[in-house]
């Protein structure tokens, strides 16, 4: 089916990595970044080159496409979707895609970084991809293929059903969405636009991932009041929030509930985000878990936590604010099997192991799960994302591919 197919993910995706989309969650505007549109241009411009007519991107930043069915059947609506943004806890400017082609098994070295060396120690994965083509950035940049790999998958996978019309499939709705690192990524989608039954994000790593499972989430904003006094007639009366928030923090558990502590089923309270002066001081945390019911928990114990660091500094105050981010996408799932039956029977018509997973983090497909659209995760390919390593396989984006029109053949077959 794909033995004569020139498939055009790579080339598509070292082209969008080098357009800068990363977002900023300390801004107010949505999309967080105007940059974000550059890259939803260029993907309807090619959308539409590929005749897909009503291809568009709104003021939010949104890319909304149809592959027009081509079957009599009546078949539900499916959408795939990928984000455009990249995360910004590393910098996304002027990224210098690498192919590093038939890879070795051994070393990479980042060239214009030599300290960034990409090492199958560090990366196990990488001793699956012997042979394979690789993609990595230059050393000073994040690469981007969380989630232009997903991006580049899709519009790929759209390519191929367009010069392809003997292929049979229902209505295929696209969307590419913005600010999806920031927790933010359907704030502003038009789900009646959308019109779709069911969804799956391309926004998972190793080939033949699916998840079906994500964390829930939940924000948590600390704000701890001080009192001003000028410092040198401060005595008896200056209250320091920054000590006051240092105090609190340095109170939290060293050996769990945090990221660098815990691995598979295990959730946790990270703060992301201090910034202040001695009179107020923010700290912002991202609370998470499997179990939507323990994220009170952790509420409370940082309650607790805040509670304990007042009591050491009379005259302080603090507000203490929960905010939900999304939830547990199985919670949905599970009442629509055959969503992630059909998925799991694409991975394997590709010829490719399924790898079932849960994830520790969220997608858009978290949310949407939620909004009415049941929306699991598959494969990109896209690994040690969010940091200067980050790689992807040209073969696994190619395998990615192949599922996914798979996926759509099986809802039409079905």
Not at 179 to 203: N, S, W
Not at 262 to 287: C, L, N, Q, S, W
Not at 335 to 348: D, L, M, N, T, W
Not at 379 to 396: C, L, N, R, W
Request: glycine share 8%.
């Amino acid at each position: 089916m794909f033995d004569n197919y020139s498939f055009t993910v790579a080339e598509r995706f070292l082209r969008y990595v080098q357009v800068d989309t990363q977002s900023d969650p300390q801004s107010k505007s949505y999309p967080s970044t105007e940059k974000q549109k550059d890259l939803g241009t260029i993907l309807v411009k090619e959308l539409q080159e590929m005749g897909i007519g009503d291809a568009s991107l709104d003021s939010f930043g949104y890319v909304y496409a149809t592959i027009p069915s081509n079957t009599p059947a009546h078949v539900p609506v499916i959408c795939y979707c990928s984000h455009v943004d990249t995360a910004p806890d590393c910098t996304g400017k002027d990224v210098k895609p690498l192919m590093h082609a038939n890879y070795d098994g051994g070393d990479i070295v980042l060239p214009d970084d030599p300290s960034q060396i990409l090492s199958p120690r560090d990366h196990p994965y990488l001793l699956e991809k012997k042979g394979e083509d690789l993609i990595t950035a230059s050393g000073k940049t994040l690469l981007g293929a969380d989630d232009k790999a997903g991006v580049a998958v899709i519009m790929d996978m759209a390519h191929y059903l367009m010069s392809h019309p003997e292929v049979p499939h229902g209505k295929i709705r696209i969307l590419f969405t913005p600010d999806e690192e920031i927790g933010r990524g359907v704030d502003k989608l038009d789900m009646q636009r959308l019109g779709a039954d069911f969804g799956y994000t391309l926004d998972a790593g190793e080939r033949g991932a699916f998840e079906d499972e994500t964390f829930s989430a939940d924000a948590v904003k600390v704000v701890f009041h001080g009192v001003s006094a000028h410092p040198g007639y401060a005595k008896g009366k200056l209250v320091n929030a920054i000590k006051v928030a240092s105090s609190f923090l340095d109170s939290l558990p060293k050996d769990e509930w945090s990221p660098e502590t815990t691995e598979d089923r295990y959730g946790f309270a990270h703060p992301v985000h201090i910034e202040g002066i001695a009179e107020k001081v923010t700290v912002e945390f991202i609370i998470r878990d499997f179990v939507t019911r323990k994220l009170e928990a952790y509420a409370d114990y940082l309650r607790q936590a805040v509670d304990d660091a007042l009591a050491k500094f009379p005259g302080a105050r603090a507000d203490f604010s929960v905010r939900e981010q999304y939830r547990n996408m199985k919670e949905v799932l599970d009442q629509h099997p055959e969503v992630s039956a059909y998925a799991v029977e694409a991975i394997e018509r590709a010829g490719v192991s399924v790898k079932r997973s849960s994830a520790r983090g969220g997608t858009d497909g978290s949310r949407l799960s939620f909004m009415g659209l049941p929306c699991p995760n598959l494969f990109t390919g896209e690994m040690a994302f969010h940091g200067k390593q980050e790689y992807v396989s040209i073969q696994d984006m190619q395998k990615s591919v192949e599922t996914i029109v798979h996926l759509a053949m099986i809802w039409a077959g079905k």
